[in-house]
């Protein structure tokens, strides 16, 4: 940070990247695929971190001449590439606010959210543009408009005259830590999507806990599969290697284009969905493929499975770890666990319906497992903890949690505790602290099963079924009404066996069911060809859209 903000306790993660600059200035920072080209994607086109500083100065001065400043709200719907980086970080330097929302999560769930947010900017390609000129009313609050690409038939400038020519430093935004830095807009996977609010304090201590925990150093490359991580990497000093792949379909993606990406840039680190990790894993299992340069993966966006976490492994070298690390849009990263001690300890316990463990909570966190409750809780009270192995809901705080949703005072009672001058934030999901400090996943708290007699809850119970070989995976939902819902058992067969006797298949199930105290109460399963997901990381099942599936299907 320059010294004539050093006293004013300025926190900018933009600086950042200004420092980066600084300390290696002709190290690439971002690296994106030249697709247009002979090569089909053998080429690349970068920008070196003085570049990307001098880039989004440029467009800084530019932003502010066109009206976006500090407080701006701004939707920005740029695809993964040396603009979207240069824009971001062009943003954070003004001081303005992006507002990030998941095209992939469909057309009218972004329009809501976009019009949720009353931004008064926005910046995007030409085909988000056509979508705001068709949908008008969702848009009311813009009053400035800018077009990354070429201009179709719309108003407004285009990215090329926003840039300012030639390059003068940018005075810097002096924001402080509890300023409003972004709006990043949740998936709604397992709700209705929301705005959450992001400090500049909350970024700059996400950079810190992430380099860290994983001893990041300047200089690495990094592979990251989901857009919004990668924006870590220039702050971090990491080489942002960007894949040619459609981030809302990790499950799809192509292996090839991955493994080639690691090979030809020699990738120290990688980002991954367990879905991606899947993908690419089954690929270079089947072909014996290495991954050598690989040092270290970090999984995240739903449970990993020890088996994918096994076959992917089987790419690395003896010394590689991959993380799976848990946390949400709201608090993220709140624990991690390596997969050494995964597969060498806590798998066992795991197929035995413990839950997945998540390993220990990050340094500076502080994770309590309260009573189960679907209403609001006003006031911390450590009456509401749970002894250490009790099942309860997950509550973490600390400097990295979003205290707020953007203008949403009824999920902030059903998910905020306040707490003198902090805010524990209720995760929604469930799980338990063993004696050795280490957080146990059991699943979303929405998706529990009350029956009659017990609660049933989905990760512990469909880890029994996961054991059959022939389960890829399995889900847990519950028919009828609470508190005398019945138990239904959802299975999506393995695509690598051709001929499945379901009926043997089904016997074998409620074998495995009768044999554990957790599943006892199970006797009805349904077969699904393929699981509806969530759109980021094609990973976390919509349990909610399988209990209307399988309703319809037992009377």
């Given at each position: 940070m320059p010294d004539e903000y050093a006293e004013e306790k300025i926190v900018n993660v933009a600086f950042l990247l200004r420092e980066m600059a600084r300390k290696q200035p002709y190290t690439r920072a971002v690296v994106c695929p030249l697709r247009q080209n002979r090569y089909k994607g053998l080429a690349y086109t970068h920008l070196t971190f003085r570049q990307l500083d001098r880039e989004s100065d440029c467009l800084a001065h530019g932003l502010i001449r066109h009206g976006i400043s500090r407080g701006t709200r701004t939707i920005l719907m740029v695809r993964p590439s040396l603009e979207f980086f240069a824009l971001t970080f062009a943003l954070f330097k003004c001081g303005a606010i992006p507002v990030v929302v998941d095209p992939g999560m469909g057309i009218k769930r972004m329009l809501n959210c976009l019009s949720e947010s009353k931004a008064t900017a926005f910046i995007g390609l030409p085909l988000a543009h056509a979508i705001r000129i068709c949908a008008p009313s969702y848009f009311k609050s813009l009053s400035t408009s800018i077009t990354v690409g070429k201009r179709w038939f719309w108003r407004g400038p285009r990215l090329r005259d926003v840039r300012h020519t030639p390059w003068k430093p940018f005075p810097m935004a002096k924001t402080q830590k509890d300023e409003t830095a972004a709006i990043l807009f949740t998936t709604g996977s397992t709700g209705p999507a929301k705005g959450v609010v992001y400090t500049h304090g909350i970024f700059d201590a996400q950079v810190r806990q992430i380099k860290n925990r994983f001893d990041i150093k300047p200089g690495e490359i990094d592979l990251p599969t989901f857009p919004l991580f990668a924006l870590f990497d220039p702050a971090l000093g990491m080489t942002a290697v960007i894949p040619d792949m459609d981030p809302t379909k990790p499950a799809r993606v192509n292996p090839e284009r991955i493994i080639e990406l690691i090979l030809n840039h020699g990738v120290d680190n990688m980002f991954a969905s367990p879905a991606l990790l899947n993908r690419v894993g089954r690929y270079g299992e089947t072909l014996n493929i290495k991954l050598p340069t690989l040092k270290r993966v970090i999984s995240a966006g739903a449970p990993a499975l020890p088996d994918n976490l096994e076959r992917f492994s089987q790419m690395l070298e003896p010394e590689t770890e991959i993380f799976p690390g848990y946390g949400a849009t709201e608090a993220m990263p709140v624990s991690v666990m390596g997969s050494h001690e995964i597969l060498g300890k806590t798998r066992q316990l795991s197929e035995q319906g413990y839950g997945i463990c998540v390993g220990r909570v990050l340094p500076g966190l502080k994770v309590c497992i309260i009573q189960i409750s679907d209403e609001p809780i006003s006031q911390w009270s450590d009456d509401l903890v749970v002894p250490d192995g009790e099942i309860g809901e997950i509550t973490v705080k600390g400097d990295l949690v979003t205290r707020q949703y953007f203008q949403r005072?009824?999920?902030?009672?059903?998910?905020?505790?306040?707490?003198?001058?902090?805010?524990?934030?209720?995760?929604?999901?469930?799980?338990?602290?063993?004696?050795?400090?280490?957080?146990?996943?059991?699943?979303?708290?929405?998706?529990?099963?009350?029956?009659?007699?017990?609660?049933?809850?989905?990760?512990?119970?469909?880890?029994?079924?996961?054991?059959?070989?022939?389960?890829?995976?399995?889900?847990?939902?519950?028919?009828?009404?609470?508190?005398?819902?019945?138990?239904?058992?959802?299975?999506?067969?393995?695509?690598?066996?051709?001929?499945?006797?379901?009926?043997?298949?089904?016997?074998?199930?409620?074998?495995?069911?009768?044999?554990?105290?957790?599943?006892?109460?199970?006797?009805?399963?349904?077969?699904?060809?393929?699981?509806?997901?969530?759109?980021?990381?094609?990973?976390?099942?919509?349990?909610?859209?399988?209990?209307?599936?399988?309703?319809?299907?037992?009377?």
């Amino acid at each position: 940070m320059p010294d004539e903000y050093a006293e004013e306790k300025i926190v900018n993660v933009a600086f950042l990247l200004r420092e980066m600059a600084r300390k290696q200035p002709y190290t690439r920072a971002v690296v994106c695929p030249l697709r247009q080209n002979r090569y089909k994607g053998l080429a690349y086109t970068h920008l070196t971190f003085r570049q990307l500083d001098r880039e989004s100065d440029c467009l800084a001065h530019g932003l502010i001449r066109h009206g976006i400043s500090r407080g701006t709200r701004t939707i920005l719907m740029v695809r993964p590439s040396l603009e979207f980086f240069a824009l971001t970080f062009a943003l954070f330097k003004c001081g303005a606010i992006p507002v990030v929302v998941d095209p992939g999560m469909g057309i009218k769930r972004m329009l809501n959210c976009l019009s949720e947010s009353k931004a008064t900017a926005f910046i995007g390609l030409p085909l988000a543009h056509a979508i705001r000129i068709c949908a008008p009313s969702y848009f009311k609050s813009l009053s400035t408009s800018i077009t990354v690409g070429k201009r179709w038939f719309w108003r407004g400038p285009r990215l090329r005259d926003v840039r300012h020519t030639p390059w003068k430093p940018f005075p810097m935004a002096k924001t402080q830590k509890d300023e409003t830095a972004a709006i990043l807009f949740t998936t709604g996977s397992t709700g209705p999507a929301k705005g959450v609010v992001y400090t500049h304090g909350i970024f700059d201590a996400q950079v810190r806990q992430i380099k860290n925990r994983f001893d990041i150093k300047p200089g690495e490359i990094d592979l990251p599969t989901f857009p919004l991580f990668a924006l870590f990497d220039p702050a971090l000093g990491m080489t942002a290697v960007i894949p040619d792949m459609d981030p809302t379909k990790p499950a799809r993606v192509n292996p090839e284009r991955i493994i080639e990406l690691i090979l030809n840039h020699g990738v120290d680190n990688m980002f991954a969905s367990p879905a991606l990790l899947n993908r690419v894993g089954r690929y270079g299992e089947t072909l014996n493929i290495k991954l050598p340069t690989l040092k270290r993966v970090i999984s995240a966006g739903a449970p990993a499975l020890p088996d994918n976490l096994e076959r992917f492994s089987q790419m690395l070298e003896p010394e590689t770890e991959i993380f799976p690390g848990y946390g949400a849009t709201e608090a993220m990263p709140v624990s991690v666990m390596g997969s050494h001690e995964i597969l060498g300890k806590t798998r066992q316990l795991s197929e035995q319906g413990y839950g997945i463990c998540v390993g220990r909570v990050l340094p500076g966190l502080k994770v309590c497992i309260i009573q189960i409750s679907d209403e609001p809780i006003s006031q911390w009270s450590d009456d509401l903890v749970v002894p250490d192995g009790e099942i309860g809901e997950i509550t973490v705080k600390g400097d990295l949690v979003t205290r707020q949703y953007f203008q949403r005072k009824r999920e902030d009672l059903l998910s905020k505790i306040e707490e003198s001058t902090s805010v524990w934030h209720r995760m929604g999901d469930l799980g338990w602290m063993d004696t050795e400090g280490r957080l146990w996943f059991c699943g979303r708290k929405s998706h529990r099963v009350i029956t009659e007699t017990q609660t049933l809850f989905t990760i512990p119970c469909e880890a029994i079924f996961n054991r059959h070989p022939q389960v890829f995976r399995s889900a847990l939902v519950g028919i009828r009404p609470r508190p005398k819902q019945k138990p239904i058992i959802c299975i999506e067969l393995e695509k690598t066996h051709k001929k499945k006797n379901k009926k043997k298949i089904t016997e074998e199930l409620l074998e495995l069911a009768k044999d554990s105290v957790l599943t006892q109460e199970i006797d009805t399963i349904l077969y699904h060809k393929s699981f509806p997901v969530d759109i980021r990381h094609n990973s976390k099942i919509f349990r909610e859209k399988l209990k209307i599936w399988a309703q319809a299907r037992v009377r």
